[in-house]
């Protein structure tokens, strides 16, 4: 067991899983010999050669669909984007092929795929580095999306993603890549996909989020219980298919929710579980359900970006509406 | 002073457009039963095409893409491709996937609307085909490095049109098969037109089979109505391919001579004139006259051949027609390997509905 950070967490995972299966492979930009720009894959080639680390041409689009050809051949393919912001040149590839072979051959084929990228901003990066897409993949029928937010959870989940048999996309909060370390165990144990998980009990409010967020949604339990609120904090992980088993047993508990998430409000991830939380918990609501998220524009350049994430202070203000009412 | 590449793309054809002999045939006219298996194949082919149009025309198929015109080129990939190769098709490539083994009925359940009609039994690994235009061309390097990562000698046939030879999906495939010396073969079959749009309005470049210098691939333009030249070059590269020593483009010269489907009317935009020309080189009589000379087929055979050909595609589209829609809560059961708990109460309201006749 050792102190590691999130993005060697993804290395262990990737290492481990190399290991034990010879059909995983690992391709992208920059991932062999440089070990990837965060260093996520660093030392794989040298442990496992070119032939099963490989560095791609620079083409997202390319990325994506050999990926998926790799996969239809029984191989697990881990392709790494670069930068979220650059997945968008192989959405094709994701939406039309990936998500839906399996279904469209009625399970003749299937794409046991991962496709990881880095996401989301404070981070001081250039243009384009900095969004929280996530809600376009969450939409797409035949996806998994999964998001750690701890090396603990990076290093089960993306475990889990490269053994799932169907196509995952795994984000990864870049802004706490190197936050914080945690003591992980390297020994090829899995945590379950499609499961929230609960990193704080309480009863008088649930504190909802995922990725890096989870940072200040954790950090304002904590100012709360020094207030005397007790708030129930969940890691979705899992955002598409949604745990709402585990959000609706928290809500009927607590009566309150607050949502947290980065990315901007239209049409977010937030919105789904607002809904879904209104459609079956109701009459277990005391107070209208809140969202604390990005604002609905152009995530902006870094001299800004504080400005447009969520802050601790922001929660703590949800919570003392929902509180209040 | 500058320096100046120069590139060499061949051009290769046996017959004229009457299927006469240009020069010496290769060995392979001597292989009487698969010259003829080929022609059986194309004649089928037609056969099928013509019967799939007449149903959607009658409303019992949904819009078609005809094969018309393209029946030696998919019957050539068909021959010269191994079992344990893969085939990435499109979607005009009737020809070669019957030879792989897709039957007549699962391609009418295919075009009839029916998902199970690309869950072939008889060519599992062969891929769908793609309904977005090029995107084939990125798994078919996929499937041909998982090839060249397990060192098998296998070999890949990407299929695509002369459309599709404008899409960066097919580029930026040309250019992975040549830096990772990848064992496919893009057959691109020019059939010059992309729905309305003429070839010359596609590209300016000179050849489709050019592309390939862009990726360090050989480039080859062949008429795709001249069996024996496309079964040479195939044949050639695909050797190449499966011996590790790279992939291919080939340019497969023909004409579109039906509508792009059966939701287009091709007289909005070309001549009959033209079309009464690429008639006049169509790959069908040419093979036909080609036998004829050879001393290998004649009326009898041929009214033969007719006759058989029309009595597989009749017992095909009975069973087509015979065959029940899957229930609607098939479209949840093959979205994952196992529904996901989130899904599962969507699954049993769909189940619920159907039961109470919610859907007919």
């Known amino acids: 067991m050792s102190d590691v950070t999130l993005v060697e967490a993804v290395n262990m995972a990737l290492a481990w899983e190399m290991a034990h299966d010879e059909d995983v492979v690992v391709l992208g930009e920059d991932v062999a010999t440089n070990g990837g720009v965060f260093r996520a894959t660093v030392g794989l080639k040298d442990r496992f050669g070119y032939k099963r680390v490989m560095d791609t041409p620079l083409a997202e689009n390319l990325i994506a669909g050999t990926a998926v050809g790799m996969a239809v051949q029984g191989l697990k393919p881990v392709a790494e984007f670069q930068f979220m912001g650059f997945i968008y040149a192989g959405m094709d590839q994701i939406i039309c092929h990936a998500a839906r072979m399996r279904n469209r051959t009625r399970g003749r084929l299937h794409c046991p795929l991962v496709y990881r990228a880095p996401f989301g901003g404070g981070i001081h990066a250039p243009e384009h ?128 929710a607050v ?7 239209n049409g977010g991830v937030g919105a789904e579980i607002a809904a879904s939380l209104a459609e079956a918990a109701f009459l277990d609501l005391q107070a209208p359900i809140v969202r604390v998220t990005g604002y609905d524009t152009v995530m902006p350049y870094y001299r800004n970006e504080q400005a447009y994430l969520p802050q601790v202070a922001d929660i703590l203000h949800a919570v003392e509406q929902v509180i209040a009412l | 002073m500058k320096d100046r590449y120069d590139f060499h793309v061949d051009r290769v054809r046996y017959l004229d ?166 064992p496919v073969v893009f057959v691109a079959s020019n059939n010059q037109w992309a729905i309305s749009t003429p070839r010359s309005l596609q590209s300016g470049a000179e050849t489709i089979a050019q592309k390939a210098i862009s990726g360090g691939l050989p480039g080859h333009v062949v008429d795709g109505n001249d069996y024996f030249a496309l079964t040479e070059v195939l044949t050639q590269a695909l050797e190449r391919a499966r011996a590790g020593k790279g992939g291919a483009v080939i340019e497969a010269e023909t004409y579109r001579l039906g509508d792009h489907t059966t939701a287009d009317d091709a007289t909005r935009y070309r001549s009959a004139e033209e079309l009464k020309r690429a008639w006049e080189r169509e790959g069908v009589k040419r093979m036909q006259n080609y036998l004829h000379q050879a001393g290998l087929w004649n009326a009898e055979k041929e009214q033969k051949l007719q006759s058989e050909c029309k009595g597989f595609v009749e017992t095909a589209v009975k069973a087509y027609l015979a065959s029940e829609p899957e229930p609607p809560t098939a479209m949840m059961d093959f979205l994952f390997e196992t529904l996901p708990a989130a899904l599962q109460g969507q699954r049993e309201r769909l189940a619920e509905k159907y039961r109470q006749g919610g859907v007919s």
């Open chain 2, 17 to 182: 457009d009457h299927g006469v002999p240009l020069d010496t045939l290769p060995d392979l006219a001597n292989h009487h039963d698969r010259l003829l298996a080929a022609y059986a194949n194309m004649v089928l082919t037609r056969t099928f095409d013509n019967k799939v149009i007449a149903l959607q025309r009658t409303g019992q198929c949904g819009t078609y893409p005809s094969v018309l015109g393209h029946e030696v080129i998919g019957t050539v990939i068909g021959q010269c491709m191994a079992k344990s190769d893969v085939l990435v098709p499109y979607y005009r490539d009737q020809a070669a996937q019957i030879q792989r083994g897709v039957t007549l009925t699962e391609l009418l359940l295919y075009w009839g609307g029916d998902e199970r009609g690309s869950a072939w039994a008889h060519c599992p690994q062969d891929l769908p085909i793609a309904v977005p235009i090029a995107t084939q061309c990125c798994h078919a390097v996929g499937v041909a490095s998982a090839m060249r990562i397990r060192e098998q000698h296998r070999a890949v046939v990407c299929c695509l049109g002369d459309g599709a030879s404008s899409k960066g999906d097919f580029l930026e495939s040309v250019n992975l098969a040549g830096a990772w010396h990848l």
């Open chain 1, 129 to 256: 580095h900095s969004e929280s897409t996530e809600a376009l993949f969450a939409h797409i029928p035949g996806l998994r999306v999964v998001i750690p937010s701890s090396p603990q959870r990076a290093y089960g989940l993306l475990l889990a993603s490269i053994r799932d048999p169907d196509p995952v996309i795994f984000l990864e909060p870049k802004r706490i890549y190197r936050a914080v370390t945690q003591a992980v165990d390297d020994n090829g144990e899995a945590l379950p996909l499609d499961t929230c998980f609960t990193l704080r009990e309480g009863d008088d409010v649930t504190l909802i989020s995922w990725g890096a967020s989870i940072m200040e949604t954790l950090e304002a339990a904590v100012r709360l219980a020094e207030q005397g609120v007790s708030a129930e904090v969940i890691d979705v992980a899992s955002i598409s298919p949604l745990d709402r088993e585990t959000l609706l047993c928290s809500v009927a508990k607590t009566g309150r």
């Open chain 1, 259 to 265: 949502i947290v998430h980065e990315a901007c409000r």
